[in-house]
């Protein structure tokens, strides 16, 4: 029981620790601290493999050969930038790489068809007036890199600094292709039907 | 077309309309944006924009889900899986660094050999520890032994097996990994379903035990 107590309270102070603390703990070869941070981050990093793999099981399977390289590599963190912008760092190599062994296996389009067309075509949702709908739809049908940098700056709340790490590309160009993707973004939607007036 | 001021320090303004909806700009850049958008009404109407972006970009990656359940657990057998070397290195400080540097010097043709000889011993070690230790023969024949079973069926993967393969065999037989690894690398396993019968138990193990290019090992845990 005091054994169990002790462990609880060692979890529950885990939980406040930061990302910076338990990467530290997992380079001494803490797993408690990795288990913490896996679930910490687990589910922003397969979000962000899936959008750019577009197959859940090489999804699943990426994000673990992430956080396994992370128990490998935790003492090579050097904290210049956050343990979030690592860790996407590290997806992001591991998901182009699997991009590249599948290109050369030849794409399995009805996997990818799946997960592009989840719901109404771009034409379909117009019909139905339903702008946020088109807005996603397009959104899927951006190539890889727009879609990439959409996510980073719009959902993985990444500063033009850490895109920049993250990318492995200068700020000035994260910033204009920030605009590009949008731009498309607006052409897509003007094709679906709906002109936003810019550019 | 809009008409509308595109000097450079507007574009420059207009470019960090992405970064301040997600509010991720430093106090400076952000106070810079705040002052043209309360001038300005067109850069107000296109940051509107960027905030349905936003807000779609969010809403279409929490639609994507989550990894299934049991990825931490995948992860950490994989982490255990690699603990013994950490340990043994530990354990044999200089022999640990004698050993690597000889490694490193050999061929990668010679280095193969090598793995594939230390395979083949490993799987001689497992046969003889299952003959000896989880078994035993007594006038009746094949006998449990004196320890009640606990429906645990004890497995050891081929070296060469990975984190995807062995997901899969584990869903195949609906398996759950209760424990390990022991020494020798065993996992202790159990099936998902209601406690087996002794014969149902014994059949799953055969059945497994088939499956020679994951499985170097199974047994029922006496």
Known sequence: MVATNSMNRTSAAMQTTSDEALIER??????????????????????????LVRDQSVAEELVGEVFLDVWRQAGRFEARSTASTWLLAIARYKALSALRRRT????????????????????????????????????????????????????????VEEVAQIVGIGENTVKTRMFYARKRLSELLKAAGIDRGWP | MTTYDETPERQEIEALLPWHAAGTLADRDAQRVEEALAQDRELSRRFALVREELAATVRLNDALGAPPAGAMERLMLRIEAESPTGRSRLALGGLADWLAMQVGRLSPRALAFAVGAAAAMILIQAGLLATFSITRYDANGFQTASIPRSGEIGIGFVPAANAAEITKFLDTYHLTIVAGPRPGGLFMTR????????????GLVRRIQQESHIVRFAAVEE
Do not use: W
């Not at chain 1, 990795?34 to 899936?50: D, E, I, P």
């Not at chain 1, 296996?105 to 946020?132: C, F, I, R």
């Not at chain 1, 807005?135 to 959409?150: F, G, N, S, V």
């Open chain 1, 26 to 51: 997992i380079a001494a070869g803490d797993k408690l601290a990795m288990q913490v941070l896996f679930a910490r981050h687990q589910v922003r990093v397969y979000r962000f493999v899936l959008r």
């Open chain 1, 104 to 159: 050369d296996q030849g794409l399995d389009d009805d996997k990818a068809a799946t997960l592009e067309d989840p719901g109404d075509s771009p034409e379909v949702a117009v019909l139905k007036k339903n702008k946020g709908e088109v807005l996603r739809q397009c959104l899927t049908a951006l190539t890889p890199e727009h879609r990439e940098i959409i996510d980073l700056v719009y959902y993985h709340e990444k500063s």
């Open chain 2, 191 to 202: 099936p998902e379903s209601a406690p087996l019968p002794k014969d149902g138990l014994d």
